[in-house]
Structure formats: C-alpha cells, structure tokens
C-alpha cells in the first residue's frame, strides 16, 4: 500500500531504462518509496552483450548482468523479478500484479509510474514457431536456453531469420560452436539501417565466412518431429536443427494503451522531452518510448540500450522532483560481423529520400592507417547531405578497424547541424599507427565539398 509520507515510484520494467530512472530517482530525492517490477529472472543487464556470452567470448551468461536485486535493495529499491503487471489503473493509481512462480495476483498502488517494459523480438507467425529448437534473443534466460541448445543438441546446421544486428552477431556466435548457417532475409539485403551497396559489405563478409545468405526469402513454416529440422523460406528447403528468429523488435505496449497511454506515429508511447506520457504522474523510457530523431525533427523509434539508459536517467530524475531533458538523439549504430564492423547514424540515402530530402552523396574508400603501416585495412564511408545546403544527414561505414571511432565523429557532426563543408574541415587526430594523414572521413567530405 503507498505511504502516507512518502510518494511510491513503481517502475514496470528492470532493464536499462528502468533501473537507470529508479536508481537516479532515488539518489535525486531519498525519501522516495521505489519499487520495480520485471517480468523475467534478470535485471541490470547488458542485453548487448548476450550474443557474444552465447559464442563463449564471455565466460558466462550471467556476467552480463551488472547489479542485482540485492545491491539494489541496499540502495533502498525493491526489486521484485518474476512478476508481471497485468493491468494499469491510472485514474486509482493503482495496477494489478502476477507473481508467476506462486500464481498469486495482487494490487499495488503508485503515487508516480514509469512505464519502461521494452520491446519484444518478433515471432514470425508461420507453422511450426513453437517447436523446439527455435529461439529468439531478448533478455538473459533466451541467452541460456539457446547455449544450452548448443551444448545439450550439438546442433551442426542452422538457420537465421532475418539479417538485421541480432541475426548477424548470432551468426558469428552460432558459427562459433561449429553450426553450418543459412541466413535468410525477406527483404533484397542485409541490414536495412544501411544502403544496399554498404550492405554488400556485410554479406560479403558472411560468405567469407561459410554463411549461405539468402535475400527475398520470407519464412513461410518450419518442421520437424519433436523438435525443429527445417525451414521453408522463399520456397526452398533449408535443414536446420537449432533455428533463430532475429525478424526484429516491436516495442511493448499493450499495457499502455489498455490504461489510455498515447502512443505516437512509430507505435512507440509518445513522450515529450521530460519522458512524460500524455497521462499526469506516467513517464515512460527505453525500447517502449519514442525519441526525437534530431535529424528529421520526428518521434523515431531506435531500440538501442544507449538511449535507453539516457532516457531512464533524465525520467528519473524528474520523478525525484528535478528537471531533466532528453534532447534526442541520430541513431547511432554499430555492430561486428566475423572479421568487419559496420556502422551506420543519421539517416540512409533511403530513408532520407523517404523523408522528401533531396539528397546528394559520396562514397570513399581510404585506409585505416598509413599506408607503409602494417596492417592498415581499407575503410569504406558513405555520407548523405542535402542539396543546397550541404547539411550532413548521414553516414555509413564499413571495414576491419577503426569503424565505431569515425561512426562517432559523424554522429557528433549531426548532433550539431554542420554542413560536409565544417565536417571536412575538422582537425582529427593523426599517427601512422591509427590513421592516414587524409583520415577516411576527411577523404568523403573532401568529396562532397567538390
């Protein structure tokens, strides 16, 4: 029951967004009653980190988990896993609540709430999605239930369902553990926050790698007897004794708009700079809100764990009575395939296009380092500008080193509206070891102001 001196914060959620604003909450104001309530076994955890502990990089699974219900309760915050919030009472301020190891249901009550519940991996819902053998990759038990596939089953061939950032990683992961791997994506390439000639890149990559790649392949069922063994996708036969489903995320918020939450035109809860809902006393952060795309100037939806904890930090401390602001942000990604990384912020030739700018860009490739350097590599760097004005909408890069520093310095660029003009005027740092006296980017500018 709430307090009658203390106002009672409930968080529904316990990853980044949501244990950043409870712990932020209760350092910005003590005397606030918290408690946070997460579906799964896990909080605080590195969700980024999953695909490289499947691989066996790191040790175990559980090493990405960075505080526990424990250290929280230290802190004065009541971490409560394993419970699911059925229902929001906005008006009452109350929600209803399922213990899902006892069954029990009950009420609580909240003074203040934020809704952090974050995405869900889409399930493609063909015939035989449910069987054995096939996983998708959200949170730390979907972690240990796919490595322990591998070590119980010794899978030796796979399929992949979709070519965005999770099925990639999982492919170097999977490959890791000796699993012969199809990639199949509905749509014409890899990696669709890319332009298609920076794709190529990446599944040039894969198949370097022994990866069969194949685009325009829709999954239409999967079968097997009392566990997966194959995938028809584009009306071909792939056999596959451990299947993942990497076809994306949608944010959660069924929750939200039974209790009368807005949502915004991505299907994310719209918020406004502070990360309050439309509702008094609701904030909302992380994979189930909307951000400002600093580029466009729209709501975006970009599920990445940096904007999570960005918007969990600036929602907690406006629960605890300050005032805070998320500016927004350029969706700034970056992900390792095997040997190469692939970057990518701001906006694409085709989403920029989509957007009605009218777009101009350039495409370079430079080395890594000086070229009498040993092991310099090539990078190649794609950037996008608008006509006229010259303003940098975007950029894209490809290569085996050096990528998520330069994927950095662009995003910074956009951050700060600068032309390709002030982009290639920047005074970068320069050593043979790390890069030429034309750095990669410098070398597109250079371009683009011609």
């Avoid at 230290?74 to 301020?93: T, Y």
């Avoid at 700079?273 to 709501?299: F, M």
Wanted: glycine fraction near 12%.
């Amino acid at each position: 029951m709430s307090s009658k001196t203390n106002e009672r914060v409930v968080v529904i959620g316990g990853g980044a967004a949501g244990m950043s604003a409870a712990a932020k909450a209760k350092r910005g104001n003590p005397s606030l009653e918290i408690v946070s309530y997460e579906r799964s076994g896990y909080v605080s955890y590195g969700a980024c980190g999953l695909p490289y502990a499947i691989k066996g990089e790191i040790a175990r699974v559980e090493d990405v988990v960075v505080r526990t219900p424990a250290q929280f309760a230290k802190q004065g915050i009541a971490v409560f896993v394993r419970h699911e919030v059925l229902a929001i009472d906005p008006s009452a301020g109350a929600l209803t609540v399922r213990n899902l190891d006892s069954g029990e249901t009950f009420v609580d009550h909240f003074d203040k709430l934020l809704i952090a519940a974050g995405g869900s991996a889409s399930r493609i819902p063909v015939p035989g999605a449910d069987m054995p053998g096939v996983f998708t990759l959200r949170n730390v038990e979907d972690a240990l239930a796919i490595k322990a596939w591998l070590g119980d089953m010794r899978p030796t061939r796979g399929v992949i369902v979709g070519g965005g950032y999770i099925g990639l990683e999982l492919a170097e992961a999977l490959a890791a553990h000796g699993v012969s791997l199809t990639v199949v994506e509905r749509l014409p390439q890899l990696q669709p926050s890319l332009d298609v000639e920076m794709a190529a890149h990446v599944q040039a990559e894969l198949e370097r790698q022994g990866v069969d790649v194949r685009l325009e392949h829709g999954v239409e069922g999967l079968s097997g007897d009392e566990r997966v063994r194959e995938v028809t996708a584009g009306g071909v036969r792939f056999p596959a004794e451990i299947v993942i489903m990497a076809a994306g995320v949608r944010p959660s918020v069924g929750l939200a708009c039974a209790a009368g939450v807005a949502l915004g035109p991505t299907g994310a809860i719209a918020v406004d700079d502070h990360q309050r809902t439309n509702l008094p006393g609701i904030w909302s952060a992380g994979d189930v809100a909307e951000s400002l795309n600093l580029v466009t100037g729209k709501p975006t939806w970009v599920p990445l764990g940096t904007t999570a904890n960005k918007q969990g930090k600036v929602a907690g401390e406006n629960i605890g009575g300050g005032d805070a602001r998320f500016g927004g942000i350029v969706g700034t990604s970056v992900v390792k395939i095997f040997d190469i990384a692939a970057a990518s912020t701001g906006l694409s030739e085709a989403r920029a296009q989509a957007e009605g700018f009218a777009v101009k860009t350039v495409s370079a490739t430079a080395g890594s380092r000086a070229h009498y350097m040993p092991g310099h590599q090539p990078i190649h760097v794609k950037l996008v500008y608008e006509v006229g004005t010259g303003r940098l909408l975007g950029g894209q890069l490809v290569g085996r080193e050096g990528i998520s520093k330069r994927v950095d310095i662009i995003a910074t660029a956009l951050h700060a509206g600068w032309t390709v003009e002030q982009l290639s005027e920047l005074d970068l740092a320069y050593a043979p070891p790390f890069s030429p006296v034309w750095d990669p980017i410098l070398v597109a500018a250079n371009l683009a102001k011609k």
